[in-house]
């Protein structure tokens, strides 16, 4: 399957902004999306972006694309104790399978 | 956003039992449905694809006759985990496609359902 690539931890405090990085290796990628998921839980969709867009604001949550290093983030601003769950990036090529990273972990301190 | 419900949610089972998972989506058809495999700390793994009134399209490496997938209607899909043994204890978790027209092809995901196998 195709290759996508996540850190798996980052930590940072109340109030500061988050930054999850994602890379994979399909440039016939259409749809690139962020899902959170909390302790015991599914997936939730948090935001997605088209393959033709570079960036995407939702509120709190900014979504950058460099289609050309092959790059994805997710900024959460004015981080909270509630964002600490598991971020997961995923892609999809022909609306079919998506292929997954394996999950960021991110811990906010109070 | 469109609802997807699984059940159970958990699920402990002795060694050689079956055990059946159900996903279901409640506010929209979906045609096709997806199970999903979690270990821990680890991401998801596709384990088939469900297609109403079609047979499963199962994944490279995933024992069809051991994870039997149904799915009958429009909006259920069933997981069955056959002759069940500890190695398949996991949390599987189900999605379902929604064909409302909307540009994006979004998955939702249901809750995922614990499967401990003793």
């Known amino acids: 399957g195709e290759d996508v690539e996540q850190s798996l931890f980052l930590s940072v405090r109340e109030g500061d902004s988050s930054v999850i990085n994602c890379t994979y290796t399909d440039s016939s990628s259409t749809y690139l999306y962020w899902y959170k998921q909390e302790p015991g839980a599914g997936l939730q969709l948090l935001t997605y972006?088209?393959?033709?867009?570079d960036m995407k604001q939702d509120q709190r949550l900014t979504v950058l694309l460099n289609k050309k290093d092959k790059h994805l983030s997710l900024r959460i601003a004015d981080t909270q104790t509630g964002d600490s769950a598991i971020y997961f990036c995923a892609e999809t090529r022909h609306f079919n399978k998506f292929y997954f990273g394996s999950g960021t972990k991110l811990n906010v301190k109070p | 956003g469109a609802v997807v419900s699984q059940h159970p949610s958990r699920v402990i089972c002795k060694s050689g039992t079956s055990v059946k998972i159900e996903c279901r989506s409640l506010?929209?058809?979906?045609?096709?449905m997806f199970w999903y495999r979690q270990f821990p700390k680890k991401s998801l793994m596709l384990m088939a694809t469900?297609?109403?009134?079609?047979?499963?399209?199962?994944e490279q490496g995933v024992e069809k006759d051991k994870f039997l997938i149904n799915h009958a209607s429009l909006t259920l899909s069933t997981l069955t985990v056959t002759s069940a043994h500890p190695e398949d204890s996991s949390f599987y978790i189900c999605s379902a496609r929604d064909f409302s027209g909307s540009e994006e092809d979004t998955q939702y995901f249901g809750p995922g359902t614990r499967l401990t196998v003793l």
């Open positions: 506010d929209f058809q979906a045609t096709t």
């Open positions: 972006i088209f393959s033709n867009m």
């Open positions: 469900s297609n109403e009134g079609s047979k499963a399209t199962y």
